[in-house]
Nanobody
Framework: QVQLVESGGGLVQPGGSLRLSCEAS????????IDWYRQVAGKERELVVT????????NYADSVKGRFAISRDNVKNTVSLQMNNLKTEDTAVYYC?????????WGQGTQVTVSS
């Protein structure tokens, strides 16, 4: 079955960096776009960044543009999200997700906390 497993979250000080990873299985990874969302408790999930199936097209939310960078490896079936110059407002649970045959699949999420 489709599985998406995020890792790499943690506690970091403002201005610091983290690298999130998403490992995918159960589908033909190279054929699908991957999105990263984030969610703060009590708020709606926010789309952070999208990468197309080839890895050549990316689209970032304005709030993270210039600080976050997404990449994918279609051999290892992984997506990475490099997050630099983190701000307190980046604190959230981060999810990777894929839309496959009209069904959206989510990972379990990884907590990112930015605090001094």
């Amino acid at each position: 079955q489709v599985q998406l497993v995020e890792s790499g979250g943690g506690l970091v000080q403002p201005g610091g960096s983290l690298r999130l990873s998403c490992e995918a299985s159960g589908f033909t990874f190279r054929d699908y776009r991957i999105d990263w969302y984030r969610q703060v408790a009590g708020k709606e999930r926010e789309l952070v960044v999208t990468i197309d199936s080839t890895g050549r097209w990316r689209n970032y939310a304005d709030s993270v543009k210039g600080r976050f960078a997404i990449s994918r490896d279609n051999v290892k079936n992984t997506v990475s999200l490099q997050m630099n110059n983190l701000k307190t407002e980046d604190t959230a649970v981060y999810y990777c997700t894929a839309l496959i045959s009209s069904a959206r699949y989510w990972g379990q999420g990884t907590q990112v906390t930015v605090s001094s």
